[in-house]
């Protein structure tokens, strides 16, 4: 019988507790990373500095291929949200019809889009924290000072460096792995994450953010997406059980195709009665 080595023994207990503590392994993944950068806030300029020419330009951001790589990215990031509210349109719009999936799925997608990328990464940390983006500072061609990670100042109004914005959305396309059949997880994380790679560090080499932006932007949105997680399916309030929202979904519908029906009705009255004034 071949007995695990340490290094195995060691990956099956961090998989495990990853597992098991969610919340715990993602709160401990930011912790270790902002004392990385904070100790080593050099590490950020060398990351940057590698895709930098030294004459005030990341010439990979003006690469068409890798232009539309990141606006790949954007699209795919409405797309996934545009389906997912298609979802729940189809349902208002036929009520008799059965969902085509449990409708928890939608509302985890979108709503963790709105809180996670919307809420907490770009309305709160890029619009408060005020670091300047990479291309904007002093050693990069611009400026303004480097600043470290979790360092507010007032050198950037709004649309910061901290965090990344296209980082958290990339992070956000693995709720579809929370959300997919067990036999498709594993290929779907597989290909989800060397996407988020893609597009993060795309970030990075064009000079937009810096590598802890991206990484510290994962982790921040990740919380989000467990704690709605765990909210919508693990501790499921009654609104939001299977049934209960098929049941409010097909009242909303049916709601909506009386005050539909009434609202053309009533156009239709009035427009024969405007017509008759002509005769």
Not at 124 to 134: A, I, M, S
Not at 168 to 190: E, G, H, M, N, Y
Not at 194 to 219: C, E, I, K, P, Q
């Amino acid at each position: 019988m071949v007995q695990d080595g340490p290094k195995t023994s060691f990956f099956k207990k961090t998989i495990n507790f990853c597992s098991e503590r969610p919340f715990t392994a993602v709160l401990t993944y930011i912790l270790i990373v902002s004392a990385i950068f904070l100790i080593f806030p050099g590490l950020d300029v060398r990351a940057s500095n590698f895709f930098y020419n030294g004459e005030g330009s990341f010439p990979v951001s003006k690469d068409p291929f890798w232009r539309s790589v990141r606006y790949f990215g954007v699209y795919l990031f409405q797309w996934v949200a545009g389906l997912s509210l298609l979802v729940m349109l189809i349902k208002l719009a036929f009520p008799k019809i059965k969902a085509l999936m449990d409708l928890r799925h939608p509302i985890f997608v979108v709503s963790t889009l709105i809180l996670g990328p919307g809420l907490v990464v770009n309305a709160f940390f890029k619009n408060l924290w005020g670091r300047p983006r990479p291309r904007q500072t002093d050693i990069f061609g611009g400026d303004l000072p480097f600043i470290g990670v979790w360092q507010p100042t007032n050198h950037c109004d709004s649309n910061c460096s901290f965090v990344s914005g296209e980082a958290s959305a990339s992070i956000w396309l693995f709720t579809l792995v929370f959300i997919a059949p067990k036999a498709w997880r594993i290929p779907l994380a597989t290909a989800i994450g060397a996407l988020v790679f893609v597009l993060s560090a795309n970030r990075v080499a064009f000079g937009g953010h810096y590598f802890s932006d991206t990484l510290l932007s994962w982790g921040i949105t990740m919380l989000v997406i467990i704690g709605v997680y765990h909210y919508l399916y693990q501790r499921t309030p009654n609104w939001a059980q299977p049934n209960n929202l098929e049941t409010s979904f097909t009242n909303g519908g049916n709601w909506l195709r009386t005050k539909i029906g009434s609202a053309a009705c009533w156009c239709a009255r009035g427009t024969k009665s405007f017509f008759r004034k002509f005769k």
